[in-house]
């Protein structure tokens, strides 16, 4: 959870405006309609986080904003508020008709289902709140049944709604509020042509919010298509803000002695839950079935399985029946289970940013994580990459009686310098020091948000 993150307001090239630094301290003071504030509070939130404090005044005033933020830091809530207000208060008579009053797109099947949860917990006072949503990987009848009438918000991946669209299935002609989540995402899953296209079908009239990890320029490119006149919102970048989130690498002379590395990781009692990372859905089955064999409460999730299952799996995660879940990247991306306390990357993520979301996976909600890295020698190219994208060294350990024959094979030579202006190298480094970053330039003169902790 991001809760300290100032806003950074910030002009590069693309033309939009920030948004000023808000002084609220409370969901009270966001302008939200009393009935979702109940919903929130109900929820157990007072405190909005700093994406919610900024992005929920901007959008309750009819802006289109890009707003950067990083996976945990409340984002959904900063667009499912102001959207549902919008819609209880234009009613449904000022728009008449079948298909949804507001659209938002998420990159995978998982992160659909997240915000459909938090359209019905925060929607929870919306009387006849209608929300669908539209998938891939699941059978056709049921969505089809649920967007032929009149629709609230309909949750979807950019694939299947397209493929509705071209049906002739959906209609988008009504939707007064699109918003595009994880744009970065959605950009690298190949998703851009499809979500112009679904664009292209609703009104140009329409408000538009962006959220993305980072607002460079691919995005800032799709958005000049799509958005007028912008606002900005930037906090903290995921690379900066996950502080709660404590790091740790291990070196590994091969796979069985990984495996016994990881036994012995599982067997720390002050694991609550642990989502352990592989590189293939080969590797997760095969890693399940051992673990499972070994007495474990574990369970696989990987893109491979149908979704019926995937489901039911997330279900047995949230209800605490699983102790251990082995995922792969895609299927674990919109995991929200506050329980997870650890993440262990037996398979290193194949890009970079996915090391990052993946250790999100756990110090949700406030509350601390740790994030546990097994890695084999030929794995230090790609560990020094994420190094240098998160500008953090993780510190290296080892477990007694499993040293590895190789102490550290990533650490020389030095990272070299990053583009853009050079860096410091890694020799003589401190284990967890962080490289100096580049100071970001701020635009506004604005004073931070105030930080906040929500661990009551
Ligand atoms: P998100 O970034 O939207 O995936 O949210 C991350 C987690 O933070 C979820 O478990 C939310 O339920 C939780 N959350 C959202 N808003 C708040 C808030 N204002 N205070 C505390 N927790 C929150």
Redesign the pocket.
């Known amino acids: ?3 300290a993150a100032p806003i950074v307001a910030s002009s590069d090239e693309t033309p939009v405006s920030p948004v000023s630094t808000p002084s609220v301290s409370l ?1 009270a003071e966001l302008g939200l309609d009393p009935r979702l504030l109940s919903a ?1 509070t109900s ?7 700093a ?2 404090a900024a992005a929920i005044p901007a959008a309750l005033a009819g802006h289109d904003l890009m707003v950067s ?10 667009f499912v508020l102001p959207t549902l207000q919008r819609l209880m208060q234009n009613g449904e008579r000022n728009a008449p008709g079948r298909g949804p009053r507001a659209l938002f797109l998420s990159p995978t099947r998982e992160l659909s289902l ?1 915000i459909t949860r ?1 359209c019905e ?1 925060y929607g929870r006072t919306f009387k006849g709140l209608r929300v669908a949503s539209v998938v891939g990987g699941v059978p056709y009848g049921a969505q089809l049944r649920a967007v032929r009438g009149a629709l609230d918000v309909l949750i979807a991946t950019p694939g299947r709604l397209l493929d509705l669209l071209q049906g002739g299935q959906v209609h988008l002609a009504r939707v007064e509020v699109l918003v595009l989540d994880e744009a970065d995402r959605m950009l690298d899953m190949g998703f851009i042509e499809d979500i112009e296209a679904i664009a292209a079908a609703t009104p140009r009239a329409r408000q538009t919010l962006l959220f993305s990890a980072t607002l460079d320029g691919k995005i800032a490119q799709l958005a000049s298509g799509l958005m007028r006149e912008p606002r900005r919102v930037e906090v903290e970048s995921p690379i900066e803000s996950r502080s709660n989130i404590t790091e740790r690498l291990h070196w590994a002379d091969g796979r069985a002695h990984k495996d016994k590395i990881l036994d012995r990781l599982l067997a720390d009692p002050s694991i609550d839950q642990a989502v352990v990372f592989t590189s293939t859905q080969h590797d997760a089955e095969r890693l399940a079935e051992s673990l499972q064999a070994d007495g474990h409460a574990v369970s696989a999730l990987h893109g491979g399985m149908p979704q019926g299952q995937r489901t039911r799996t997330l279900t047995a995660l949230r209800q605490r029946r699983l102790r251990v879940l082995v995922a792969t990247d895609v299927a674990a991306r ?1 995991i ?3 329980t997870i306390t650890h993440v262990i990357n037996y398979g290193l993520p194949i890009n970079v940013e996915d090391y990052v979301h993946r250790i999100g996976r756990t110090g ?3 509350r601390t994580g740790l994030a546990v890295t097994l890695a084999e020698s030929g794995d230090s190219q790609k560990i020094r990459r994420i190094e240098r994208y998160t500008a953090t060294r993780i510190p290296v350990e080892t477990l007694e009686g499993l040293e590895p024959r190789r102490p550290d094979p990533s650490r020389s030579p030095a990272p070299p310098a990053r583009r853009g202006g050079k860096r410091p190298t890694s020799a003589g480094a401190k284990p967890g020091a962080r490289f100096e970053r580049p100071q970001t330039a701020r635009h506004d003169g604005a004073a931070p948000v105030r930080k906040r902790s ?1 661990a009551r």
């Open positions: 959870m991001d809760q969901f929130v929820a157990g939130y007072t405190d909005p986080t994406v919610q933020s990083a996976t945990g830091s409340g984002k959904t809530a900063a997240q938090a917990t919109g929200d289970v506050p949700r909600a406030g929500f």
